[in-house]
């Protein structure tokens, strides 16, 4: 038995997040019937470093499995490749010590969110289409107030399972591409809804709805009912997850 550690790239667009439910397709439950097979143990169960929504896509989700198996790493990597649908890919995979757990062990997970200005059927999976001009540079304003640690209670969803609404965030800011606008921001954790109320909360002053002064003093306030409705699932993706002694680089 050891443990082995994988970093996944999934297209979320027909999954209904990562974690395992009753019924419907799920990312967990893809990966643990293919160890499942190749193990010949069905109680396999894999832990993410996160819990993606329906519709969010991943470059570097990363997972740990507890695995009983003859394969040696690079030919676990390459049956789990020929077996895995077209929508996701074990990109990585590695043994790694009893100690490190997918969740616990990450010091920083990063997320990009993208914004397309033009209508694309080659991008309308992975981003939101907004055909109309935003205040990119009033948008980065609001995005220095996220960075430091606040407590994130009026810009999450609520999740009972997490009290602690505390966050620490490393960086967070717009870049524009012409074509993309993306937000990319790092942080030590992030709560359910995070990512898509902060960028529905920036595209409303960027579009004029929402005076840029009015973001810390909801951040101040941990009232849910002050957010802005939170951006589509479709332009978010988990890119990667950090950890203090890690053999995986950013595939991005």
């Known amino acids: 038995m050891r443990r082995v550690a994988m970093q996944i790239m999934y297209d979320g667009t027909d999954f209904l997040g990562w974690q395992r439910q009753g019924s419907g397709r799920t990312v967990q439950e893809v990966i643990e019937t293919m160890l499942s097979r190749l193990c010949g143990d069905r109680s396999i169960t894999i832990v993410g470093a996160g819990r993606t929504d329906s519709g969010v896509h991943a470059y570097g989700q990363v997972a740990h499995a507890d695995l009983g198996t003859r394969y040696d790493d690079d030919q676990l990597l390459k049956a789990l490749q020929r077996m895995s649908p077209s929508d996701l890919v074990i990109a990585n995979l590695s043994t790694v010590d009893d100690e490190f757990h997918a969740r616990y062990s990450a010091r920083r997970r990063s997320y990009r969110y993208r914004i397309i200005r033009k209508p694309d059927p080659f991008l309308a999976r992975y981003a939101w289409y907004l055909p109309f001009e935003l205040d990119v540079n009033t948008m ?3 995005a220095l107030y996220f960075r430091g640690t606040h407590d994130y209670t009026a810009l999450s969803k609520h999740n009972p399972d997490t009290p602690d609404a505390v966050c620490e965030v490393y960086s967070a800011q717009w870049h524009d591409g012409g074509i993309h606008l993306d937000f990319h921001i790092t942080a030590n954790r992030f709560l359910y809804g995070m990512v898509r109320l902060l960028v529905g909360v920036q595209y409303d002053v960027g579009r004029g709805a929402r005076g840029a002064e009015e973001v810390p003093e909801i951040l101040k306030s941990k009232d849910r009912s002050r957010q ?23 595939l991005y």
């Open 140 to 142: 980065n304003d609001v």
């Open 228 to 250: 802005s409705v939170a951006a589509p699932t479709t332009g978010l993706s988990l890119i990667h997850v950090d950890y203090e002694n890690s053999a995986f680089q950013p």
